[in-house]
């Protein structure tokens, strides 16, 4: 349970209270078989020794009838509560996975790969199922359905009970010891696992590249290898829970075995009557049943607590939010900015940020320093690793800074509900993702809302109009995973498009023509100023072009802002980029 107490969201009802029903009923169950035990007894005796008549016999058999009955449907409801509180919980878990991957952003996912995130959210949640609707309710029932025939074996023959109550301890020790072998290799058996997925998905989206320079032959036998690792750590699982199932049977049918020999010897020798006798018989499997399903359910659910291991990993990951606000700071200035806002795109100032990557030696941001004027367009210019990126990040709260502060309008942006604040900030990142869908189905992910007539002057501002008329279904038609039906600076555009369609005051562009060509990069660079007016803008490229319609420059360094405007940005990059600076002075 506790790897699932990280896991479950906060507020959620405790997955106690949820099995507890199904518990109940398979307790239930267990003392209806005691009822069927004393029944079938009594209705032997009655039958056999005591030549009962058969008018005397039908309550017997019709009571016998009944608690069959009643335990079938005991059982029947146990499995479905156990079933419906398990798909609840994994309900629960997947929602709250999925936001905190989404929460933690494109620095979490960087150093993750897509497949082995993928295989948690679909293939971890899922062994949850074994994990929480077998294993856990199993685990109440090893105790209570147990004690409960105990008790009865003990009222009806002290001796039975006690020859089963010292086999008892054998069959959790030995589950115990066997366990403690198999979790190192279910552990091992999860992690081949993930990176076989992770590997598998790689090759997928990478296979045109592979297949163009001639390396499909050797990915394909890279997965054969990953995937016989996997066979074999799954083939070791198998093998132990093949043998924990068998000293578990060995040990229940020993026991079941001693007592009945005991049982056997006193009946023979008079020491016990025939009723009590078969009353114990009955029971005896029944006392080792629960214990037997416990084992078996260990192992099936063991997958499950490994996938909820990796999945607190996830939960737990460092995030923006490790230092989340004061509720009465932020309650109290929230309001404040909806009404700016509402009248004028906002200021923004990074004011003293500073922020270092775990593990990295230099700080990606020292003492950032940097004012974006209502409605301005300010760009950074700065060669890669100088802090540019990891800025934009900031600002939209996918990191949270070390020291200073980000203000809008005055508001702190810690304050602020991040949620809300990414509301009002339009993204353009340097690859922009586009879904396995229709043109309408990407545009619309800016604003559910948007109709037709938004959606065309979306495209007429991105110049994409023609092009998507062009395509089969025009609006409708499906650009694939990654955009695959259009060109590289069509996508960008289209992104551009989404961005105008979400009509946010704030406009962040990381990059957008870094991987273009001149002529896509005009395209592009003429629909920027077309998005740009009447917003906020915080700009980031490496090309002189790509900046030159910007209100200002601020060049970056070794994270922080080392000087601002044109002339001084060209003094330390025009020897280097002579074409660039030629364009810029064109541009001007």
């Known amino acids: 349970m506790l790897s699932l107490t990280r896991i479950v969201p906060p507020g959620a009802r405790p997955l106690s209270r949820d099995l507890a029903p199904s518990v109940l009923c398979g307790t ?24 009962a008549s058969l008018e005397a016999l039908v309550p017997l058999l019709v009571a016998f009838g009944a608690a069959a009955f009643a335990r079938a449907a005991l059982l029947w409801l146990q499995e479905t509560l156990a079933a419906r509180a398990s798909g609840e919980l994994r309900r629960a878990v997947r929602d709250r996975l999925l936001r905190r991957v989404l929460a933690l952003g494109p620095r979490f996912l960087s150093g993750e790969r897509t497949g082995e995130i993928a295989n948690t959210l679909v293939g971890g949640v899922d062994a949850l199922d074994a994990y929480a609707a077998q294993y856990l309710p199993q685990a109440a029932l090893a105790a209570l ?26 069959v959790p020790l030995f589950t115990w010891l066997i366990g403690s072998a198999a979790r190192e290799r279910t552990r091992a058996q999860w992690v081949t696992l993930s990176r076989l997925s992770a590997r598998f998905l790689d090759a997928l989206a990478g296979l045109s590249t592979l297949k163009a320079f001639g390396r499909v032959e050797d990915e394909a036998r890279a997965l054969e290898a990953a995937n016989e690792r996997h066979r074999a750590v ?3 699982v198998l093998r132990l829970a093949f043998v ?9 049918t020993l026991g079941t075995a001693v007592v009945a020999v005991e049982v056997g010897l006193r009946l023979l020798y008079a020491r016990i009557a025939f009723r009590e006798a078969l009353f114990v018989l009955v029971l005896a499997p029944e006392f080792y049943r629960p214990l037997r399903a416990l084992g078996a359910a260990f192992h099936a659910g063991m997958a499950g607590r490994e996938a909820a291991a990796r999945m607190a990993e996830i939960v737990e990951a460092a995030g923006p939010l490790a230092a989340p606000a004061v509720e009465g700071e932020r309650g109290a200035r929230a309001p404040a900015f909806a009404r700016h806002r509402s009248i004028r795109p906002p200021r923004l100032l990074f004011d003293d940020v500073a922020f270092s990557y775990d593990g990295s030696r230099s700080p990606a941001l020292e003492g950032f320093a940097l004012e974006v004027a209502s409605g301005q367009t300010v760009a950074l210019l700065g060669p890669t690793g100088a802090g540019k990126t990891t ?21 702190p942006l810690s304050t602020l509900s991040p949620e809300e604040w990414r509301r009002r900030v339009a993204w353009v990142p340097q690859h922009p993702r586009l879904f396995h869908g229709t043109v309408r189905d990407n545009l619309l992910l800016a604003r559910e809302d948007a109709s037709d007539a938004d959606l065309h002057r979306a495209l007429d501002l991105a110049r994409l109009r023609d092009v998507v008329q062009a395509l089969p279904r025009g609006l409708d038609t499906p650009v694939g995973e990654g955009g695959e039906r259009l060109s590289g ?9 989404r961005a105008w369609l979400k009509d946010a005051p704030v406009l962040v562009l990381d990059e957008p023509t870094a991987q273009l060509d001149l002529g896509t990069e005009a395209a592009v660079v003429e629909v920027m100023g077309r998005l740009r007016e009447g917003r906020t803008v915080l700009l980031v490229a490496h090309r002189l072009t790509t900046v030159a319609a910007a209100d200002r420059v601020a060049c970056v360094s070794q994270g922080r802002v080392v000087e601002e405007g044109a002339p001084a940005v060209l003094a330390r990059t025009g020897s280097v980029y002579p074409r660039l600076r030629a364009a810029w002075e064109g541009a001007a």
């Open 28 to 51: 239930l169950a267990g003392i209806a078989v005691v009822l069927q035990a004393a029944l079938l007894s009594r209705a032997v005796d009655a039958a056999f020794l005591r030549r």
């Open 489 to 497: 600076g069509e996508a960008q555009r289209l992104a551009l498009a």
């Open 391 to 411: 800025a934009t990040h900031v600002l939209l709260r996918w990191l949270e800074p070390s020291r200073g502060r980000v203000l809008v309008d005055d508001v």
């Open 244 to 252: 924990s199932a068998l000293v578990l049977e060995a040990l229940a």
């Open 234 to 236: 799954t083939l070791e």
């Open 145 to 170: 359905v147990p004690s409960i025939v105990l008790a009865a074996v003990l009222g009806s023959d002290p001796l039975s009970g006690l020859v089963l109550l010292l086999t008892f301890p054998l």
